[in-house]
């Protein structure tokens, strides 16, 4: 910042002259320290998701369902086993969007 006479008036005038070199250099620090703790705030978030979830440092035991294999098997044969019913088969027509339904030809 520089304090300056203007000439013609003969007023103290305040004009501001700027070094980009600083600027860049702001924004290469800033650039910086924003990356930097973005890196720490995930390692953070993994330390504690490990140690929480995984660890189980505040006690509890991880669910039956999901650590015996025995469930999973049986859970999927029953899923697979349910009736499944579906309407007739339709041809879409995405630019109109209209929905023919498809008759077989033995009707």
Do not use: H
């Not at 800033?30 to 504690?48: H, L, P, R, T």
């Not at 294999?69 to 969007?97: C, F, H, Y």
């Amino acid at each position: 910042m520089f304090l300056c006479r203007n000439t013609r008036l003969g007023i103290p005038e305040i004009t501001f002259a700027y070094d980009f070199s600083i600027v860049e250099q702001s924004v290469i620090m800033s650039a910086k320290y924003i990356v930097s703790a973005v890196i720490g705030s995930f390692g953070i978030a993994w330390i504690c998701d490990r140690y929480i979830s995984d660890k189980k440092i505040f006690g509890g035991t991880t669910p039956s369902t999901i650590t015996n294999n025995e469930w999973g098997e049986e859970t999927d044969k029953k899923l697979q086993a349910w009736p499944r019913t579906a309407g007739p088969p339709v041809v879409m027509n995405p630019i109109s969007r209209q929905n023919f339904i498809v008759k077989s030809r033995s009707e």
